[in-house]
């Protein structure tokens, strides 16, 4: 009896996902515990593992397609009875008669998948011209697209060998396209659905603005020249400029609340915690995991806690609770090459820190012109809640902070 693939409770308030990417194919072996296909929330992205050893059956929904949970969108066939040497048994295909050859001997007919079958029926292509390369020489689906497709390739000469020139043709026709026309529809992940109606709503429901200044970074670059080795020896990780930009806003945010609180409602919430958002760039697009209570952290914990959800995040690994909640979050741009940008409040929190490239600049200090390693910051707040004065404090605290790090641990 065929075993249910059904979609897994992947949340609290979920109920529809994106299935992903299946890993197999219709009749394709599957071992107990194998991830057999994705399942993508607005949270995270999961993997289905095989219930049970068997052949995949039938993919019922199909990668890009909507879900709810609980829903079945495929089935198994129990290794007993799903395959046979290797072979669903279910494959009627399969089981057709030989066909005869000369001297009375019989080949076998390379079995036509249904999928297959559908594709080749659909553009009107002779099931013959398929060649099969699945096991047994069986015709997947992909083998009867490369048929459909080299069937309009050879149509294509035909076609303008019956066109007619007209020997009136105008002076100046317009000239075709050289380059590629073709497009691509794919269908919007989760993941990405849910940024665009966060974003549109942070655009819609707060009142945005954004406050810039520029840090003179020589004073962090030469702290982590000098310790970064010994850093690194002891706590095992490396000693980065993020750390320091954390519990520079965790001063900050000490001391102006009003960018660590939220409205609820006709309320306003003042957090007396630091849970940090810190923006990652993951496998299906931009993730915000977040360190709690990042004011108890130091700066190895801080690093520590980066470098875990930078990796986990490629892989799709974070958990759906380290994505959720968060007071305050810092973007780093720089590392793409960002010099400036305008970056968008997180709702509900009401503030967010952007971070740029390094870059050496003309400055004067003392009256004098020098070059000096300097970032553009800005800070994107709510307005509803953070006026311009508190806006520019907060940004001035993490310059004075960042420029001369002792600030922080002598607390002036």
């Not at 607005?42 to 929904?61: C, M, R, S």
């Not at 007993?80 to 001297?103: F, L, M, Q, T, V």
């Not at 079958?117 to 009107?124: C, D, I, Q, T």
Request: net charge neutral; charged share 25%; with cysteine.
């Amino acid at each position: 009896m065929a075993i249910e693939l059904k979609v897994p409770a992947v949340g609290e308030s979920i109920t529809e996902v994106q299935i992903g990417t299946w890993h197999k194919k219709e009749g394709d072996q599957v071992a107990a515990d194998e991830p057999i296909v994705e399942i993508e929330s607005d949270k995270a992205t999961v993997e289905l593992p095989a219930p049970a050893a068997g052949v995949l059956g039938k993919i019922l929904v199909k990668s890009g397609q909507m879900a709810n949970v609980d829903q079945v969108i495929g089935t198994i066939e129990p290794a007993a009875a799903g395959a046979k040497n290797g072979k669903p048994s279910g494959d009627k295909e399969g089981a057709k008669p030989a066909a005869k050859e000369g001297g009375g001997k019989t080949a076998a007919e390379p079995a036509v998948m249904p999928a297959a079958k559908r594709v080749l029926g659909e553009a009107g292509v002779d099931e013959s011209s398929a060649k099969g390369s699945g096991p047994g020489g069986r015709v997947l689906k992909e083998d009867a697209e490369r048929a459909v497709s080299a069937a309009k390739s050879e149509a294509k000469p035909a076609a303008k060998s019956t066109e007619t020139k007209s020997a009136a043709a105008p002076a100046r026709a317009a000239q075709p396209a050289t380059g590629s026309r073709d497009e691509e529809v794919v269908p919007m992940s989760m993941l990405r659905r849910r940024i665009a109606e966060r974003l549109v709503s942070a655009q819609a429901n707060a009142a945005l603005l954004t406050t810039f200044n520029e840090i003179d970074m020589t004073a962090a670059k030469e702290l982590r020249a000098r310790h970064g080795e010994a850093f690194l020896a002891r706590h095992g990780v490396k000693l980065g400029f993020m750390s320091l930009f954390v519990k520079a806003s965790v001063d900050a945010l000490r001391l102006v609340p009003q960018v660590n609180a939220e409205v609820r409602g006709t309320d306003i919430v003042y957090k007396h915690y630091n849970d940090i958002g810190i923006a990652v760039g993951g496998g299906r697009g931009l993730v915000v995991p977040i360190l709690r209570n990042a004011e108890a952290l130091g700066l190895s914990e801080i690093e520590k806690g980066i470098a875990d959800f930078g990796a986990r995040a490629k892989d799709n690994r974070l958990e759906l609770e380290e994505l959720q909640g968060g007071t305050f979050t810092i973007s780093n741009g720089g590392i793409y090459g960002s010099l400036l940008s305008t970056p968008i409040v997180n709702p509900p929190q009401s503030g967010i820190l952007g971070l740029h490239a390094i870059q050496d600049r003309p400055v004067a200090i003392g009256g004098q012109v020098v070059i000096r390693p300097m970032m553009y910051v800005a800070l994107s707040y709510d307005h509803r809640l953070v006026d311009g004065r508190e806006a520019v404090t907060f940004l001035k605290r993490i310059k004075d902070c960042m420029e001369d790090p002792a600030r922080m641990l002598l607390e002036v």
